[in-house]
């Protein structure tokens, strides 16, 4: 039998008014489990791995998936929402024109929908209860999900248990993937929060508990008599711990010299691999697999499903794929997409895709010598222009609203002060729910976004949110609260070096100026740390910041052209400071050909340090720079 499972009311809520405020949720697990038969501490592990909990206000997800038990209704869904690319035309590839992503199609008929997308539907049959109450309603939501799960459970020839152990595989057909790699990934990971037991608020402020079950055991030999396909795994690079198939990216010839859609290589033999690049699909997932699949577009090297975390493969690692929009990053990146929008504030990502990734992540960390940190884990808004006419063009993805701090605890890098307050440094951490900087620009360019948590905090002139916001002068432009404008903005795990304080505000260096942000004591929106920083060599005013860290030209064979270390718009003043992330050999990955034999990596002397510039990465020369501890 199962422990109990914990209800505990709303902290600070009185005992009289519990049961109608804190522990509402609770005690929808606790009916929905009793009138359908499931284990409620199953209906809670189920539902954590889809959403944590959240109702996120009746708002669907990135695969139109509702409420506590992540319901998919895609067809409603994509009727409601419209597909919002508006970053940059940046080239993916670095070096030659390619398309935008993903144009809105039309909301498909639910029978052209694959189970997984229309769950909702099959719950409202099952509990006579409305679509609408099912999307919009949290109990009725839950209520649903226990139908199915029992529904399940039935058909797998199971009696409706009250051991949690023996619903291993209705667990597994809950998820909706029609393959054993990927339903038996996501029991795992339910099973998992099973016996080491959860505990949060919710994003409607209840308190939901789950007991730990240690010793939970489940017969996982169940999934055997589920009928799903075997997936096509022989050529993956994952971890066991995540389903993975391969749906490779064609490398092909398609007239006039041109091909398609990566380049043939041999890292980490030829040239280490030193970043991971997160990106979402601003698209969905069946669409995305066509493209990459399309020899005149571009190619990452992995795709990660919203509904259950599913990984497709599409380039080997030792391999280059055209995604980052920097030939420098491409040519010592492994890219992922994220099925996701950056403009749907709403549109979250499940539990399922987050743990998924960053297992992946950790995995490619320690095959690879990746550091776990924000300056070699980049989002693709993060990665910079290698020119400085490709400054303007750069990508903005996964936007203010992916969790950066819950996916460094998920991959084991939780962000925490590692200083005094007088260390030099602060890592930007704010609260994610609680923080929430307008945006706007979301749906209609200037209106304001729904208001939600983010990763984001907003910089300022000065001390006080009346000072103008900080101007990026590579971008040229006037600075604002778009969803996509990074002139003055920093994210979560982002370090940089304190210049100033004043009252509850923080200043640093960024973008060769001052910046502010509030970080008050109370929920304070950083931490302290400390480490190397670089600043200019004494009797320069200043120094140029480039992106890309290419070799000096008495390095380049005489049959591979010669490629300019050009500076970006930027320059570093002065007595200021900026962390350090990494010490680069100047490289380049010479590939303009389908012949992979005319590939070469050429390696040059001069040597680059990595800083954390602005919002985005930046390189500068070890010769113009010194080395020295942070302090302030």
Aim: proline content about 8%; aromatic content about 10%.
């Amino acid at each position: 039998m199962a422990a109990a499972t914990l209800l505990v009311p709303l902290l600070g809520a009185a005992p009289s008014d519990a049961r109608n405020t804190g522990d509402r949720l609770q005690s929808a697990f606790a009916s929905a489990a009793a009138e359908y038969h499931v284990p409620q501490s199953v209906l809670l592990g189920v539902s954590y791995l889809q959403s944590r909990w959240d109702a996120h206000d009746g708002a669907p997800s990135v695969t139109g998936g509702y409420g506590p038990m992540h319901l998919t209704d895609a067809r409603t869904a994509l009727g409601e929402q419209v597909p919002h690319h508006s970053e940059g035309s940046e080239d993916p590839r670095g070096d030659s024109a390619r398309p935008p992503l993903h144009p809105k199609a039309e909301p498909p008929k639910n029978s052209q929908l694959p189970a997984r997308l229309r769950t909702l539907p099959k719950a409202a049959e099952l509990t006579g209860l409305s679509a609408e109450r099912l999307r919009k309603d949290p109990a009725a939501n839950v209520a649903g999900g226990a139908a199915l799960l029992a529904a399940e459970q039935k058909a797998l020839g199971r009696p409706l248990s009250s051991d949690p152990a023996d619903w291993y595989g209705a667990v597994a057909r809950f998820s909706g993937a029609d393959d054993t790699a990927t339903a038996a990934a996501y029991a795992n990971d339910v099973y998992a929060v099973l016996r080491t037991g959860q505990r949060r608020h919710t994003d409607a402020g209840q308190l939901v508990a789950l007991a730990a079950q240690p010793r939970l055991s489940p017969d996982t030999g169940q999934l055997r008599r589920a009928g799903l396909r075997t997936l096509d795994t022989d050529e993956t690079e994952c971890p066991p711990t995540v389903s993975c198939e391969w749906v490779p990216a064609p490398y092909e010839q398609f007239g006039e010299g041109d091909y398609g859609n990566h380049d043939l290589g041999n890292r980490p033999a030829s040239q280490n691999i030193r970043y991971i690049v997160i990106h979402d699909t601003e698209g969905t997932w069946d669409g995305v697999l066509k493209m990459v699949q399309d020899p005149t577009y571009v190619s990452w090297q992995y795709s990660l499903r919203s509904t259950d975390g599913h990984i497709a493969q599409h380039v080997k690692a030792k391999d280059v794929a055209w995604h980052a929009g920097n030939w420098y990053i491409n040519a010592k990146s492994i890219g992922l997409e994220h099925e996701g929008f950056l403009a749907r504030p709403d549109a979250w990502y499940t539990e399922a895709m987050y743990l998924s990734s960053a297992r992946l992540v950790t995995y490619l960390a320690a095959k690879y010598g990746i550091p776990l940190d924000r300056q070699h884990i980049l989002g693709h808004d993060t990665v910079p222009g290698g020119t400085a006419s490709a400054v303007r063009g750069m990508h903005t993805d996964p936007g203010p609203y992916w969790d950066w701090r819950h996916y460094f605890e998920l991959l084991g890098r939780p962000i925490v002060p590692t200083a005094g307050p007088y260390g030099g440094l602060v890592t930007i951490r704010p609260d994610y729910a609680a923080n929430r900087p307008e945006f706007t620009g979301c749906v209609t360019a200037g209106e304001p976004c729904a208001d939600h948590g983010s990763s984001a905090v907003r910089l300022y002139s000065g001390p006080g949110e009346s000072y103008p916001l900080i101007k990026d002068v590579g971008l040229g432009t006037t600075p604002g609260k778009g969803v996509n404008d990074l002139s003055s903005r920093v994210s979560t795990g982002q370090q940089y070096a304190v210049a100033g304080r004043e009252g509850e505000w923080t200043a640093i260096w960024y973008l060769g100026q001052k910046a502010w942000f509030k970080n008050p004591r109370k929920g304070p929106t950083a931490v302290s740390a400390a480490g190397p920083v670089v600043t200019p060599k004494d009797g320069a005013t200043s120094v140029p910041v480039y992106g890309r860290a290419y070799p000096e030209v008495s390095a380049y064979p005489a049959d591979v052209p010669a490629q300019e270390v050009s500076p970006l718009p930027y320059t570093l003043p002065a007595g200021q400071q900026y962390a350090l992330g990494d010490r680069v050999s100047g490289q380049y990955y010479y590939a303009v050909g389908f012949d992979d034999a005319s590939h070469r990596v050429v390696i040059g002397k001069d040597q680059y340090y990595e800083i954390q510039f602005g919002h985005r990465v930046a390189f500068v020369r070890a010769e113009d720079v010194r080395v020295v501890p942070s302090g302030w």
